[in-house]
């Protein structure tokens, strides 16, 4: 038998594939070609020994590969730990080599928020859908939400098949986006707490060895890490920012370090509770042992606020006074004066600037803030108006931090500036008969010309004045609005060439009690005629914010009335018109059918009904007989087919219910009105 050569033993072709790192189908290939040539059986049997041998020798390196990579990887993300300056950048290549080392499509890493309660996306690699990279996942929600949840790994062959997580609409919907399948998730724990979850994900099922799990474990760890280990750099450099601050406060300071120490600590006390510029004055005057006043841009001397601008300096204004300018971004605010000082040394003059630099933020501030809440309780109001659809619980929110409680009963008032062109204001003082035609003539106006939330005819000034003498009007009255708002914890926005406001009704108060009070603040706030026109009460806002528009139509009706009647300058509700009341409220946008009806039958003959109600009487019956019979008790006992005593009596107990008056014509006609209403409404027959 011939001794076979070298390149005739079998393991040679499979070395040859080992050194070149061959793909596994390859090693078939010799015993393929072997079979082809009809190689002897022992021949074959040491190709297939050697097959088997090579490939787990191959599968060896590819582990020992594999582990390799995962050690330099680990190593890598040690070492950018150690050099830590961009927390973004780590996660990111945190993210990026477990994607790669796992040979997934995708990873991505989220982070909970106490706050909310949920975990959000923080890093995404591979992903290529915005609804998927903008996800939150509620606690114990979806795959993440169970891994945040329970601090244990999770994982899943495919996850729209797998019952064990608690699928959302949401997540899904995102999940699906990015045509994730097989996911897997892993804690980021810090201490005994998650703090987030680390990702990898395929497009399609696959399984995850344990190997790949605790790999991800060790990434999630690294990542773990890296978050603490920037919240402390943070907290570190904050506290070196603070240091150095404090640093350049005690060197500027150090030659009269007691005096400094005190200014310090007075004006920041005086910021942490909120003083204000006339604070600061007085704490700096004690100070500095002279007369310190806060003078306003146009009654500080010119001159010497000029130089101290020029300069940057407080300077000297005559032989005793120092004049400190208080600016912000080249607008002058005002200035600190000290009088009594024919000498200051430097440390006492920067001491005096730096209270006009406190000076001018805290001017600023207030600004700011009264500009900033005044434009937040607009909004808000503005959404009432125009999005009645909104979310109760986010407009509830929006409110609480306003100091705004829209769970109680409000009025929607209507309010406009008049110009000196109208002429005086007058309160009218006409017979029944007048004040009914005239409130008549008023709605029909209304109704002609419309005055819903998209006019400005029912609320525009019509003076003829200059535009930009009306424009700063309206300004007037809209900063005056919102301050009212802001004391009385409503709201107020700037609308249809008025200001519409949205504020609370106290226990024991009216609409139109409010409505003229808020008439006269807001006129002597402006100093001109304001006429303000209200609703009927909207009982919660927040649970029904369509009402709040339905109010503003109705107050801006009252507010077009209260001029055709020539009451400009003056407030009323749609209750103060009588009858017109209902008339103006009768065709409120939004309220329910027939709620300004029942609201004008149960003011005016409301005492009636509640008393036949409780006591089984024909009250009620016998007013509409005794009207219809021309006011005549003969007649009326005719109709009821009773003794004329029996109506003397019942009516007399009518005028005990609704008052002496209610036979005199202005109230019989109101009577009469809700009397045929409340037939119509409550289909009674008489």
């Given at each position: 038998?011939?001794?076979?050569?070298?390149?005739?033993?079998?393991?040679?072709?499979?070395?040859?594939?080992?050194?070149?790192?061959?793909?596994?189908?390859?090693?078939?290939?010799?015993?393929?070609?072997?079979?082809?040539?009809?190689?002897?059986?022992?021949?074959?049997?040491?190709?297939?020994?050697?097959?088997?041998?090579?490939?787990?020798?191959?599968?060896?390196?590819?582990?020992?590969?594999?582990?390799?990579?995962?050690?330099?990887?680990?190593?890598?993300?040690?070492?950018?730990?150690?050099?830590?300056?961009?927390?973004?950048?780590?996660?990111?290549?945190?993210?990026?080599?477990?994607?790669?080392?796992l040979g997934t499509e995708v990873a991505y890493l989220t982070l909970n928020d106490p706050t909310a309660g949920d975990t959000y996306m923080r890093v995404t690699d591979g992903s290529v859908s915005a609804r998927f990279q903008q996800l939150r996942l509620g606690m114990g929600e979806g795959l993440g939400g169970l891994v945040a949840q329970t601090a244990r790994p999770y994982v899943t062959e495919s996850y729209f098949h797998d019952p064990r997580f608690q699928h959302t609409h949401a997540i899904d919907a995102g999940v699906r986006d990015e045509g994730l399948v097989a996911i897997l998730g892993v804690p980021l724990l810090l201490g005994s707490g998650v703090i987030g979850v680390l990702f990898a994900a395929d497009r399609r099922a696959r399984v995850f060895e344990r190997e790949q799990i605790a790999l991800v474990g060790s990434f999630a760890a690294h990542a773990a890490v890296a978050i603490d280990t920037a919240h402390l750099l943070a907290e570190t450099r904050t506290a070196l920012a603070e240091l150095e601050?404090?640093?350049?406060?005690?060197?500027?300071?150090?030659?009269?370090?007691?005096?400094?120490?005190?200014?310090?600590?007075?004006?920041?006390?005086?910021?942490?509770?909120?003083?204000?510029?006339?604070?600061?004055?007085?704490?700096?005057?004690?100070?500095?042992?002279?007369?310190?006043?806060?003078?306003?841009?146009?009654?500080?001397?010119?001159?010497?606020?000029?130089?101290?601008?020029?300069?940057?300096?407080?300077?000297?204004?005559?032989?005793?006074?120092?004049?400190?300018?208080?600016?912000?971004?080249?607008?002058?605010?005002?200035?600190?004066?000290?009088?009594?000082?024919?000498?200051?040394?430097?440390?006492?003059?920067?001491?005096?600037?730096?209270?006009?630099?406190?000076?001018?933020?805290?001017?600023?501030?207030?600004?700011?803030?009264?500009?900033?809440?005044?434009?937040?309780?607009?909004?808000?109001?503005?959404?009432?108006?125009?999005?009645?659809?909104?979310?109760?619980?986010?407009?509830?929110?929006?409110?609480?931090?306003?100091?705004?409680?829209?769970?109680?009963?409000?009025?929607?008032?209507?309010?406009?500036?008049?110009?000196?062109?109208?002429?005086?204001?007058?309160?009218?003082?006409?017979?029944?008969?007048?004040?009914?035609?005239?409130?008549?003539?008023?709605?029909?106006?209304?109704?002609?010309?419309?005055?819903?939330?998209?006019?400005?005819?029912?609320?525009?000034?019509?003076?003829?004045?200059?535009?930009?003498?009306?424009?700063?009007?309206?300004?007037?009255?809209?900063?005056?609005?919102?301050?009212?708002?802001?004391?009385?914890?409503?709201?107020?926005?700037?609308?249809?060439?008025?200001?519409?406001?949205?504020?609370?009704?106290?226990?024991?108060?009216?609409?139109?009690?409010?409505?003229?009070?808020?008439?006269?603040?807001?006129?002597?706030?402006?100093?001109?005629?304001?006429?303000?026109?209200?609703?009927?009460?909207?009982?919660?806002?927040?649970?029904?914010?369509?009402?709040?528009?339905?109010?503003?139509?109705?107050?801006?009706?009252?507010?077009?009335?209260?001029?055709?009647?020539?009451?400009?300058?003056?407030?009323?509700?749609?209750?103060?018109?009588?009858?017109?009341?209902?008339?103006?409220?009768?065709?409120?946008?939004?309220?329910?059918?027939?709620?300004?009806?029942?609201?004008?039958?149960?003011?005016?003959?409301?005492?009636?009904?509640?008393?036949?109600?409780?006591?089984?009487?024909?009250?009620?019956?016998?007013?509409?007989?005794?009207?219809?019979?021309?006011?005549?008790?003969?007649?009326?006992?005719?109709?009821?087919?009773?003794?004329?005593?029996?109506?003397?009596?019942?009516?007399?107990?009518?005028?005990?219910?609704?008052?002496?008056?209610?036979?005199?014509?202005?109230?019989?006609?109101?009577?009469?009105?809700?009397?045929?209403?409340?037939?119509?409404?409550?289909?009674?027959?008489?």
């Amino acid at each position: 038998m011939p001794v076979p050569m070298p390149d005739d033993r079998p393991e040679n072709p499979y070395l040859e594939l080992l050194a070149r790192g061959a793909p596994a189908e390859a090693y078939e290939r010799p015993v393929l070609r072997a079979r082809a040539d009809k190689a002897p059986a022992d021949r074959l049997a040491a190709l297939e020994a050697a097959k088997l041998l090579a490939l787990r020798v191959r599968g060896e390196l590819e582990g020992r590969r594999r582990r390799e990579a995962e050690l330099s990887a680990l190593f890598e993300t040690a070492h950018d730990l150690a050099g830590l300056r961009d927390l973004d950048a780590v996660l990111q290549a945190i993210v990026q080599r477990a994607r790669s080392l796992l040979g997934t499509e995708v990873a991505y890493l989220t982070l909970n928020d106490p706050t909310a309660g949920d975990t959000y996306m923080r890093v995404t690699d591979g992903s290529v859908s915005a609804r998927f990279q903008q996800l939150r996942l509620g606690m114990g929600e979806g795959l993440g939400g169970l891994v945040a949840q329970t601090a244990r790994p999770y994982v899943t062959e495919s996850y729209f098949h797998d019952p064990r997580f608690q699928h959302t609409h949401a997540i899904d919907a995102g999940v699906r986006d990015e045509g994730l399948v097989a996911i897997l998730g892993v804690p980021l724990l810090l201490g005994s707490g998650v703090i987030g979850v680390l990702f990898a994900a395929d497009r399609r099922a696959r399984v995850f060895e344990r190997e790949q799990i605790a790999l991800v474990g060790s990434f999630a760890a690294h990542a773990a890490v890296a978050i603490d280990t920037a919240h402390l750099l943070a907290e570190t450099r904050t506290a070196l920012a603070e240091l150095e601050a404090a640093n350049e406060i005690i060197r500027d300071r150090s030659r009269v370090i007691e005096r400094a120490s005190d200014v310090h600590d007075r004006l920041t006390e005086l910021v942490l509770r909120g003083g204000g510029v006339h604070d600061v004055a007085d704490a700096l005057a004690e100070v500095l042992s002279g007369s310190v006043e806060f003078l306003e841009a146009d009654q500080a001397p010119a001159a010497a606020v000029d130089r101290s601008r020029a300069d940057g300096h407080a300077v000297r204004d005559g032989e005793e006074d120092w004049v400190a300018a208080v600016s912000a971004g080249g607008e002058l605010l005002g200035a600190l004066v000290l009088r009594g000082h024919p000498r200051l040394d430097p440390v006492d003059q920067r001491t005096l600037e730096r209270a006009a630099m406190v000076t001018s933020l805290l001017q600023l501030a207030r600004r700011s803030a009264g500009e900033a809440e005044q434009r937040v309780r607009g909004e808000l109001l503005d959404d009432l108006l125009d999005a009645p659809d909104r979310e109760p619980r986010l407009l509830r929110e929006r409110a609480a931090r306003l100091q705004a409680d829209l769970d109680t009963p409000h009025v929607v008032l209507a309010a406009g500036i008049e110009a000196p062109g109208m002429g005086t204001p007058t309160t009218g003082s006409g017979n029944a008969h007048g004040a009914t035609h005239g409130a008549t003539h008023t709605t029909t106006h209304c109704a002609t010309h419309g005055s819903g939330p998209g006019s400005t005819s029912s609320t525009s000034s019509t003076s003829g004045g200059a535009p930009a003498e009306d424009a700063a009007g309206r300004r007037r009255l809209w900063s005056a609005a919102s301050h009212l708002a802001a004391t009385r914890h409503g709201l107020a926005a700037a609308r249809d060439g008025g200001t519409v406001l949205l504020l609370p009704l106290a226990d024991g108060d009216t609409a139109d009690v409010l409505a003229r009070r808020t008439a006269r603040q807001l006129g002597t706030a402006v100093h001109a005629a304001v006429t303000v026109g209200a609703s009927a009460p909207v009982p919660a806002p927040a649970a029904r914010p369509g009402e709040v528009a339905a109010g503003y139509a109705e107050a801006r009706r009252c507010l077009a009335a209260l001029r055709v009647l020539g009451r400009a300058g003056q407030g009323a509700a749609a209750e103060d018109f009588g009858f017109l009341g209902l008339l103006l409220a009768g065709t409120r946008e939004g309220a329910p059918d027939g709620t300004g009806v029942q609201d004008f039958v149960h003011r005016t003959v409301g005492a009636v009904i509640d008393y036949d109600e409780r006591r089984g009487t024909e009250l009620i019956r016998t007013l509409d007989a005794y009207f219809a019979g021309g006011m005549s008790p003969a007649r009326t006992k005719d109709a009821l087919h009773v003794h004329v005593n029996t109506v003397a009596q019942r009516l007399e107990r009518v005028g005990r219910l609704l008052g002496p008056d209610w036979q005199s014509p202005a109230r019989s006609l109101e009577i009469q009105l809700a009397l045929r209403l409340h037939r119509l409404t409550s289909a009674v027959g008489y």
